[in-house]
């Protein structure tokens, strides 16, 4: 019996260089299968590592993930309690290897309500891989869109800044972001197709791409299906297209 190998997907001719992704549908890959819903949010944070390392495959040098939104504090307290718990575990146990492979981890989004003690988890995260560039892991944790925009609106005021002197490129230095460029593609699992408050400034001319696959079954497969489609696209940032 001939054995053949699998064929290679073919090359890609652009890859983004910052990807934003919608985690979405821990609960629902957890409901289909009888099992908690913690149960799901753990297999999805353990997808995190399988896709950041596939996203260094294809090249990609951000990836910003939606780990906690400030709507999620709505949840019930012990849902709630346990995804606190999980990305204060999931520092403790993945740091060093992060660390090892390169990995800068930076966090976009609030401080408040979160535990001190997390708030140091987190900031040593920060401190031990700022000098990594193979890739950045920015972990949009407490995180909401609107949120991002008023704090940079009282950092604007309480700095004095000259509402004539205000741009787009003096704005975007105040967002949690200010040291990342805008994301060129927006994935969302699960189904659903709203952006969920999350980059609405930064993402005002990303690519989307939405999977009705839950986020623990986004796999290296998946994610090159979405880089697939965003080479296929034609990136017009509002302008008309030359002529051929």
Known sequence: MN??????PPPLGRTPHHIGIIMDGNGRWAQARSLPRFAGHQAGVDNIRRILESCVEFGVKVLTIY???TENWHRPPDEVSGLMRLLGLTIQRQLNELHKNGVRIL???RMD???HHLQEQIRHALDVTRYNDRITLNVAFNYGGRAEILDAVRRIIADGIDPE???EELFSQYLYTSALPDPDLIIRTG???RLSNFLIWQAAYAEYYATPTYWPDFDEKELYNAL???DRRERRFGRVPSPS
């Open 3 to 8: 054995s053949q190998r699998p064929t290679a």
């Open 67 to 69: 780990a906690f939104s």
């Open 107 to 109: 966090h976009s989004g």
């Open 113 to 115: 309500g979160i535990s």
């Open 165 to 167: 002197a205000l741009s």
């Open 191 to 193: 189904g659903e197709w």
């Open 228 to 230: 697939a489609e965003y």
